[in-house]
């Protein structure tokens, strides 16, 4: 049973415009979420993270939403950059310590000139 | 510099051969996990540990150990047991801290059974 479904397997944007990644969740009980990025052959790098108690966290080009009502996420990425192609995932984890994560299947984002 | 490496990058096995992965970190971080990816899958959980001497199953376990015996290392071994070995590894590590748990991964370890 995928607790963290991430239903869009890929996505191209052009560079410059804004890149919208989804993420749903059906556990309820998840109150933090994460969003890594990977590059292939690489392990994930962390990029942006939001606490159940927030419904926007923001850091530079890369903004996460947060509707807690409709059980999903998404990540903002303004002003797409090729740089950015990669696989990102989605990660939730309930309680703390949130040492468990569980991660959806990922979303290849191509970024083309 | 801090960081986590794992080694080999690439490992070739024969069918029935046990095979130890390597994962050390230099980032004084108490916790470490295994991850296992498939291709269009997400990250899996194979096991982890938060301290030293002890350590958790997580989602895929079967046919998995590990052992957690110093902080900064937490080796995975893939036994004959494991019926489907071929994937994509990565090993983590986190700080425990409350509310907040991002985790850092190594490059991982592409393990191709023959």
């Known amino acids: 049973d995928q607790q963290v479904k991430q239903n869009s397997p890929s996505l191209s944007v052009q560079e410059g415009r804004i890149s919208i990644l989804n993420c749903d969740y059906t556990?309820?009980?998840?109150?933090?979420f994460l969003w890594y990025k990977k590059y292939p052959a690489e392990g994930p790098t962390f990029l942006i993270s939001i606490s159940s108690i927030k419904d926007k966290n923001e850091d530079g080009r890369f903004t996460v939403f947060l509707n807690k009502s409709a059980k999903h996420l998404s990540l903002h990425i303004v002003p797409s950059q090729p740089g950015d192609s990669a696989v990102y995932f989605c990660a939730a984890s309930e309680g703390a310590p949130a040492s468990k994560l569980t991660f959806g299947t990922g979303t290849r984002l191509q970024v083309t000139l | 510099d801090g960081g986590i490496t794992q080694s080999p990058k690439y490992l070739f096995r024969k069918e029935g051969q046990n095979v130890t992965l390597s994962c050390e970190q230099n980032?004084?971080?108490?916790?470490m996990y295994w991850y296992r990816q498939d291709p269009g899958q997400g990250l899996r959980l194979i096991y982890y540990?938060?301290?030293?001497?002890?350590?958790q199953k997580g989602d895929i376990a079967e046919g998995y150990s590990v052992s957690r015996e110093k902080k900064e290392s937490f080796p995975l071994t893939v036994t004959s047991a494991q019926k489907n070995p071929t994937a994509f590894y990565l090993c983590a590590s986190s700080i425990i801290i409350f509310g907040a748990d991002e985790q850092f991964f190594g490059p991982g370890t592409r393990l191709t059974v023959l």
């Open positions: 980032l004084n971080h108490d916790a």
């Open positions: 540990s938060q301290i030293v001497n002890d350590f």
């Open positions: 556990n309820s009980m998840f109150d933090y």
